[in-house]
């Protein structure tokens, strides 16, 4: 029986060890992704506690917990900073095969040294310990930035930011922070939020935006804005693929009815977003930027913890709507024109991995290596399973070898060792197909893959 998360943790070939050891383990992180404060990391924030620095904001452990039948109050509300760590403690003995439990453990390890197994009896040892530890100089955002071998960071950020924290970082920081272009309060038009934001952005750039070519110069302007503090990539977050055959006219229609607080229809929505959706993809093919689509997620699906807590606090799931036609139509209105800008295509629901795996070479050119990528395993597939699963469809049906690999998508400074933990997964199952017999024991050839999709792969597809 293998040693409890030892230095061979999930490599289970002499291969994989080699790969991992010797290849993956010392390349520096990329993490293209993520949605870190950067006011957070430019004031080189200090943590409290581990409960702070741990649980705060965490919710893929907030639901872990829930699902323990742990009270809202020891996630969310005003139970003590151990009374938190404590309950989380309880619940993580019950998460056999769930990733929380290597996460966590890896963070133990790396961060504080401590290999104990976290549970209720060692709960208040390890509180204590930690807390000794997070006092010092090592454990303000900055340092586990800098001590988990940490390149560059793309934050996630709204077009109305001023960027002055990514400005401010890029004089005194030794690793890239920047900005990446999150336009989804402009583009989801059936939303309430949509009016309010509209006049956000208009006051922003002194334009009351009454028609659809303002909104969109409003938009280049705050485009033209990030693009000078360096952002490289954009997101949108798309529930499903709208799309529809439109024109100005009919989306400038549907965007005034909009803004005048009327109902829209379906065909009115899509109209509006799919033409939105063009105007930013060009935009970005332009200025050589790499659009990301995320796929799937149903999001704020308990309305009574909506209103209690807001957004992102772990009551979204996964969405389940037909994606191909859509994604086929609007990839190719943008291809027909010569403004496809590189593209990472990811999805929240497995069933669609052939789907984006058959995507990505309808639309690939000699701009880039794989200009549409298959992102890597997200959000709820960001696990042992979904991870292999997402890299065999990519290698079943396009190059695994040219993929861009890991991020983190996510708010905790604590999370590089999720790259250690995809590392090691990938490492893993490319050594059992030389094992296999089915790639040679060529290390020059598998050194390449595994660096690649490490690092290589994403410093030059992004051009950082």
């Not at 924290?165 to 920081?173: F, G, Q």
């Not at 689509?293 to 913890?305: E, P």
Request: aromatic share 12%; charged share 25%; glycine share 6%.
């Amino acid at each position: 029986m293998k040693a409890f998360m030892d230095k061979d943790f999930l490599l289970e070939t002499e291969v994989a060890k080699k790969l991992y050891h010797d290849y993956a383990a010392k390349m520096p992180i990329i993490d293209y992704h993520c949605h870190l404060s950067p006011k957070e990391i430019c004031e080189d924030r200090r943590f409290k506690n581990i409960t702070e620095i741990m649980l705060g904001g965490d919710h893929y452990k907030w639901r872990a917990m829930r699902s323990n039948g742990i009270p809202e109050d020891y996630m969310t509300g005003d139970k003590s900073d151990f009374e938190k760590f404590e309950a989380f403690a309880k619940t993580l003995k019950y998460a056999i095969g769930n990733p929380l439990y290597h996460w966590t453990h890896l963070e133990l390890q790396r961060f504080f040294g401590i290999e104990e197994i976290l549970n209720e009896k060692s709960a208040k040892d390890i509180y204590e310990k930690a807390n000794k530890m997070i006092a010092s100089d090592d454990f303000s955002a900055m340092r586990l930035i800098e001590r988990s071998n940490v390149e560059t960071i793309c934050t996630t950020d709204d077009p109305l930011d001023t960027l002055e924290y990514h400005i401010a970082l890029a004089k005194k920081s030794k690793v890239k922070v920047l900005p990446t272009f999150r336009p989804d309060k402009a583009v989801n038009c059936e939303l309430e939020t949509f009016v309010p934001y509209i006049r956000d952005l208009g006051k922003l750039v002194g334009n009351a935006l009454s028609d659809i070519d303002a909104l969109c110069a409003a938009l280049v302007e705050r485009i033209e804005h990030f693009d000078r503090v360096g952002c490289r990539l954009s997101d949108h977050a798309l529930a499903g693929v709208p799309f529809k055959a439109t024109d100005k006219t009919e989306a400038n229609a549907a965007y005034k009815k909009a803004l005048a607080g009327d109902v829209l229809t379906e065909d009115e929505i899509n109209a509006y977003k799919t033409y939105m959706l063009l105007f930013f993809a060009a935009e970005y093919h332009k200025r050589e930027w790499t659009m990301q689509l995320h796929i799937g997620a149903l999001r704020n699906n308990n309305s009574r913890m909506y209103k209690r807590l807001g957004p992102d606090t772990g009551f979204d799931s996964i969405d389940d709507k037909n994606i191909a036609a859509p994604l086929a139509a609007l990839l190719d209105a943008c291809d027909a024109n010569g403004k496809l800008p590189k593209t990472i295509l990811y999805t929240l629901n497995p069933k669609d991995n052939y789907v984006l795996g058959t995507m990505l070479g309808n639309f690939q050119s000699a701009e880039a290596p794989s200009k549409i990528q298959f992102g890597s395993g997200w959000w709820f597939n960001d696990q042992r399973d979904g991870m292999v699963q997402q890299m065999r469809a990519l290698a079943n049906l396009g190059l695994l070898g040219r993929f861009v690999g890991m991020l983190t998508d996510s708010r905790s400074f604590m999370s590089y060792p999720r790259h250690e933990y995809f590392r090691r997964i990938m490492c893993n199952l490319i050594g059992s197909w030389v094992e296999n017999g089915e790639y040679p024991e060529d290390y020059e050839a598998l050194g390449e893959i595994v660096t690649g999709i490490s690092y290589h792969n994403a410093k030059n597809f992004f051009q950082f």
